[in-house]
């Protein structure tokens, strides 16, 4: 909601589902585990799925429905234990949260490392309106695809930070050299001012 994103709830529990709509989002009283379900909510025309129903079980069959009616879809699945990760991953899924290892980490890592996680914390939540950090893609026509970083200059035409790409087979270079060159279909982690990663987003464009 707040980065401004359309999205409808499929949730089966009436009284979850009012809480929802109750805030004014969209939301529908369904399995989204069947496959009816997700192609009247809009499955092929979807940017993503995040499957956090009631049970690993349920996640599972959510995401290998989804998967079958979409085959490119972007995945993000929910796991309460190793095994459902595990599991959701050979059904689909592209990326596994478990919210216990997620907490555990956070909190070992704010004991250990307090301003880091602060300013983690606020490049990445929306609510921060001076700094975020946002994944842009370098399309085809981009200004700067097949560029090295310091003939493109983004930081001074920009204002921005490349802190990492992530290459097209998946590999993810931190803090890359400012001879690191950028090919269509990489992805740039980047940190600045909203207002600049706008700029620079409809440049990659």
Known sequence: RREGVPFIVVERDP???????????LAVEADASREE?????????????????GTDAENVYTVLTARVLRPDLFIVARAET???????????????ISPYEIGAVQMAQTA????????????????NLELAMEQIEIGPSAAFGGQ????????????VIVVGIQR???????????????????QLVVLGRTSNLKEMELAAQ
């Open 82 to 96: 190793e095994d459902a990760s595990r599991k959701l991953m050979r059904a689909g899924a592209n990326r596994v």
């Open 37 to 53: 379900v997700l192609k009247q909510v809009g499955i092929d025309r979807a940017r993503g799925l995040i499957a956090a129903v």
């Open 168 to 186: 097209t087979d998946g590999r993810m270079e931190f803090n890359p050299p400012p001879d690191a060159v950028m090919h269509v279909g990489d």
């Open 148 to 159: 090295s970083l310091v003939e493109a200059n983004l930081r001074q035409r920009y204002g």
């Open 15 to 25: 009284e979850r589902l009012q809480a929802v709509l109750a805030r004014g989002d």
């Open 112 to 127: 250990l490392r307090p301003a880091v996680v602060d300013f983690v914390s606020l490049a990445t939540t929306s609510e």
